[in-house]
């Protein structure tokens, strides 16, 4: 049993070594894509959450003439500028 777990500890290191080998390796070229897709990620979270939150449908007629509704206002400028910068 011992000498199965040395094996496996072995395969271990030269798994952590190839990977650290592979990521050295593609670092400079994956990077740049993995920020601008976390980025995109982050702005449509964003804009689906303003879509998402109930407040924003709530109608305030306290400190206006007439309704004003946050999503009506929008007009779906949010989504529509989002999808136009994915293209």
Do not use: C, H
């Not at 894509?33 to 407040?55: H, P, T």
């Amino acid at each position: 049993m011992s000498q199965n777990v040395a094996d496996a500890s072995e395969d271990f290191k030269w798994l952590i070594e190839r990977m650290q080998e592979l990521e050295n390796r593609t670092q400079y070229k994956i990077l740049p894509e993995i920020d601008k897709g976390y980025e995109q990620n982050m702005q449509l979270r964003e804009a689906i959450a303003f879509y998402a939150d109930s407040k924003n449908y709530e109608v305030n007629v306290v400190d206006q003439w007439g309704p004003e509704i946050k999503v009506m206002m929008d007009g779906g400028a949010k989504a529509a500028e989002l999808l136009e910068g994915l293209k």
